[in-house]
């Protein structure tokens, strides 16, 4: 069984900066690619930042050039840097391994609070 856990979040003031792990408990060579998505009270979850098997990477507009995913493939782990954070990024984090053809998986989620 797939699990995905999320750490890292917490309450920051605006223009800090958090790094989220998402540790699997298997080989993140295991899925086709592995990502963040983020929901905001009252919102639809959101896509924030994607990397493939081949290592390729995919952000979302809103947090380009301040956010960055990258992985450390012997400790099966998913991480998300997130610099000049606003208060807009508030939201809970939730880690996500997609496995072809329709295979989602999803962490709990944390929370991340921006203060202004």
């Known amino acids: 069984q797939v699990q995905l856990v999320e750490s890292g979040g917490g309450l920051v003031q605006a223009g800090g900066s958090l790094r989220l792990s998402c540790a699997a408990s298997l080989s993140i060579f295991s899925f086709n690619h592995m990502g963040w998505f983020r929901q905001a009270p009252g919102k639809q979850r959101d896509l924030v930042a994607t990397?493939?098997?081949?290592?390729?990477?995919n952000y979302a507009d809103s947090v380009k050039g301040r956010f960055a995913i990258f992985r450390d493939n012997t400790h099966n782990t998913v991480y998300l840097q997130m610099n000049s954070l606003k208060p807009e990024d508030t939201a809970v984090y939730y880690c996500?391994?997609?496995?072809?053809?329709?295979?989602?998986?999803w962490g709990r989620g944390t929370q991340v609070t921006v203060s202004s």
């Open positions: 996500n391994a997609f496995l072809q053809p329709d295979r989602n998986y």
């Open positions: 990397i493939t098997y081949g290592g390729s990477t």
